[in-house]
């Protein structure tokens, strides 16, 4: 290991080369992959419509092919399963239908064609509420009556579909049970005296009570998702708008229309991210959920399958030989590894192991930069807190103005992060070249007091003890430690809480917090990817914050088509936000990654986007190369 490792930190270095060893001691006679690289954590889930992090993000991406994939330098969307990306061939004039030639060649890796069927069934799929995918808002938020249908809106007249209890598996959701299909002639709502309540769209116990009479093939029929049992009423699992009512139409095998509410000049973005890929209905037909995605059962459509997989190990992927464009993709085999401990993910790296390894340990990089293995950019993402406003003191405006104006973020930066970040005081990152995003006031410790003084708790008197949640890193707790100090300035007695990852987000779902770490990178640039995840009620807020302007604002925005119009909109929509901080900008995000001089196709970009079908290796000039690395 080099010497300018080993002197900043012994003990660790020697902690982790003793688990680097373990790692290498534990492969055997396993034959090293082509290209191998720290993935961070064991992926949770590999089915699209369920993962939410980058570890599951890269993996997906390798494995599953969408519409377009993004330029690994500008990140502009590339044609993929889609044959063109020219808005003059595939937009209509109003700017809300899309219709997408697709590629006839394309195969699953089962040998079946990919169709514009497989893309409908499987935003379908991500559309239903019981799929209880985060991101379905990339298709709910902007495509025609998707929303409605997720939510399980439907009003007298609506063409609809019922599910009836007869799942051949409790935990299968696709295949559905026996579907009927009709017309919508009446909704009574037994618990509200048969009153309508507009806009309803919560999956409460109140709503599963209601009795919905339908038409079908001629005659009425009444089905309730809680059917009282002195009634002829039938039960149903789901009554939903029919799918046929959505903007996603296959209108030929090889042709996929998708119509939008509203134009959206980011459309295509959206159309890379991994939630969108399509899926193999068959697989999952046969296997169903969680089995279709073990490594024996899954059919891919993208650059890679899954070779093997061991858990808390790696995920080892070979070369898909039926994709459409395998004749451009160069690796043959692809490690992922689950190693969670940077330190010892850096000395895999440093070893020679590891050929990739993303964000080494803050500690490390005033060492690492100026290295030309080393690669940093400005990233379009945030760090930041959520205040839960459903809870006292939190529900004072006046509180959270305080707290944020105590963070001292830029001591925060240089002393504990040091790789870069830049101090956040606005949600929207500064690497949009259209956009002046809107600042909250910041960091000013005797402000902070007399705000503090004029919500009511001088000096923190009367406050309750308040506690801080993020889930177990080693960078989250020190962050959240600085932040404990800075409260402290002020009187406020601050605890903090680690939970586990899947735990945490179960917390924060369940708004069962005061105050908790969070962070966003942004699905496409644009300034929208930051501001509607706080719309009233939106999958994402997790604040119980809402405010009407600003719903006003977002919507106006994706209504407006000229560029410089919608910009000021959205900064009016962030000053609202920013003015009542629901949420607190701490930082924003540098990528950081190591990868080693004979990797070629990697690219540094502010989505931190590093599709592996670009990479290749050349160890041709390696030795010249390693002397580069340690700063000979």
Same mark, same amino acid.
């Given at each position: ?90 937009? *209509? ?10 590629? #006839?060649?394309?195969?699953? *890796? ?7 069927? &497989? ?171 969680? &089995? ?88 379009? #993402? ?131 917090? &005061? ?35 600003? &719903? ?8 407006? *088509? ?71």
């Amino acid at each position: 290991m080099p010497k300018i490792i080993r002197k900043l930190f012994p003990l660790a270095a020697f902690v982790a080369v003793v688990g680097a060893m373990f790692w290498a001691t534990s492969l055997g006679t396993l034959p090293p992959a082509e290209f191998t690289f720290n993935n961070g954590t064991e992926p949770k889930s590999l089915d699209p419509a369920q993962v939410t992090g980058s570890p599951e993000g890269r993996i997906v991406r390798a494995l599953f092919e969408g519409l377009y994939r993004p330029d690994p330098e500008t990140l502009e969307p590339l044609p993929a399963m889609a044959l063109t990306a020219n808005l003059d061939e595939i937009l *209509s004039k109003d700017g809300r239908i899309y219709t997408f030639p697709l590629r #006839s060649g394309a195969v699953w *890796s089962d040998g079946h064609p990919v169709t514009a069927e &497989d893309f409908r069934w499987s935003w379908q799929r991500l559309l239903h509420p019981e799929t209880g995918s985060q991101y379905h808002f990339v298709l709910s938020a902007y495509v025609l009556n998707a929303a409605k249908y997720h939510a399980g809106i439907v009003d007298p007249g609506d063409p609809v579909e019922i599910e009836l209890p007869t799942r051949a598996r409790s935990q299968q959701l696709f295949p559905r049970g026996k579907m009927l299909y009709g017309k919508l002639l009446e909704i009574e709502r037994p618990n509200q005296s048969g009153v309508a309540i507009e806009g309803e769209s919560n999956e409460s116990e109140s709503k599963r009570k209601w009795i919905y009479t339908v038409e079908v093939d001629g005659a009425k029929r009444r089905f309730s998702q809680q059917p009282p049992p002195s009634q002829n009423i039938e039960k149903c699992l789901h009554l939903l708008l029919n799918f046929d009512q959505v903007g996603i139409r296959a209108l030929h095998p090889y042709r996929l229309e998708v119509e939008l509410k509203s134009p959206t000049p980011y459309f295509l973005y959206l159309m890379q991210f991994y939630v969108t890929v399509p899926v193999n209905r068959s697989c999952i037909e046969q296997y169903g959920y969680p &089995d279709w995605i073990r490594p024996e059962n899954i059919v891919v459509n993208g650059p890679f399958q899954i070779d093997f997989r061991r858990l808390r190990d790696r995920i080892r992927l070979k070369k898909n030989a039926l994709y459409w464009d395998a004749a451009s993709v160069d690796l043959q085999t692809v490690d992922a590894l689950a190693v969670e401990s940077s330190t010892t993910g850096l000395n895999m790296y440093l070893d020679g192991d590891v050929d990739w390894m993303p964000s080494p340990p803050s500690e490390v990089i005033p060492r690492l930069e100026g290295r030309r293995d080393y690669h940093s950019m400005s990233s379009l #993402s945030i760090y930041f807190y959520r205040f839960n406003v459903t809870r006292e003191p939190f529900d004072n405006p006046l509180v959270r103005m305080a707290l944020s104006r105590a963070v001292d973020r830029e001591r925060i930066c240089k002393a504990i992060l040091r790789a870069g970040q830049e101090p956040a005081y606005s949600l929207v990152p500064p690497v949009l070249p259209h956009y002046a995003a809107a600042k909250a006031p910041d960091y000013n410790l005797e402000a902070a007091r007399r705000l503090l003084a004029q919500a009511g708790y001088p000096d923190g008197r009367g406050l309750r003890s308040i506690e801080i949640l993020f889930n177990t890193s080693d960078g989250h707790r020190k962050i959240a430690e600085a932040i404990q100090q800075d409260w402290q300035r002020l009187g406020v007695d601050v605890r903090l809480r680690n939970l586990e990852w899947q735990t945490y987000l179960s917390t924060t779902r369940k708004m069962e917090y &005061d105050v908790a770490r969070a962070g966003w990178i942004g699905d496409y640039p644009d300034p929208n990817t930051f501001l509607d995840l706080f719309v009233t009620g939106g999958v994402q807020n997790e604040t119980g914050w809402g405010n009407s302007d600003f &719903d006003q604002l977002i919507d106006r925005a994706t209504r407006e *088509s000229n560029p410089e119009k919608r910009m000021r909109i959205l900064h009016q929509a962030e000053e609202i936000i920013m003015g009542e901080i629901p949420v607190m900008p701490l930082y924003f995000y540098v990528s950081t990654n190591l990868v080693k001089p004979y990797v070629r196709g990697f690219f540094s970009n502010s989505q931190d986007l590093h599709p592996l079908t670009n990479i290749s290796v050349d160890k041709s000039g390696e030795k010249e190369d390693r002397r580069g690395e340690d700063g000979a």
